[in-house]
């Protein structure tokens, strides 16, 4: 636990924070598992939907701070990988 006032100040702060943040993470975790979802089952008009609101919401995170730049990248790259990889090896509508 905190002992000096200035600590105790920053542990106020620093809850804050996490639960001003906590619906942005999770917002943005739930998106990424829609879209995987939607991916593996084969619904690839929706997925694409999906990965659309997926990125922004991971944009929207970096913008404000709550995510690393690099971390939102490497997520949005392995669904986009993910998204391709399907599109790709399932048949294409006549």
């Given at each position: 636990?905190?002992?000096?006032?200035?600590?105790?100040?920053?542990?106020r702060l620093a809850e804050?924070?996490?639960?001003?943040?906590?619906?942005?993470?999770?917002?943005?975790?739930?998106?990424?598992?829609?879209?995987?979802?939607?991916?593996?089952?084969?619904?690839?008009?929706?997925?694409?939907?999906?990965?659309?609101?997926?990125?922004?919401?991971?944009?929207?995170?970096?913008k404000k701070g709550i995510?690393?730049?690099?971390?939102?990248?490497?997520?949005?790259?392995?669904?986009?990988?993910?998204?391709?990889?399907?599109a790709s090896s399932s048949?294409?509508?006549?």
């Amino acid at each position: 636990m905190p002992i000096t006032k200035s600590a105790i100040q920053e542990a106020r702060l620093a809850e804050k924070r996490r639960a001003r943040n906590k619906p942005v993470r999770t917002q943005s975790k739930t998106r990424i598992t829609k879209a995987e979802k939607l991916i593996f089952s084969g619904e690839l008009e929706a997925a694409q939907k999906e990965v659309v609101a997926a990125v922004s919401t991971l944009d929207k995170a970096v913008k404000k701070g709550i995510l690393h730049a690099n971390n939102a990248a490497r997520r949005k790259s392995r669904l986009m990988k993910k998204l391709n990889k399907a599109a790709s090896s399932s048949p294409a509508p006549k």
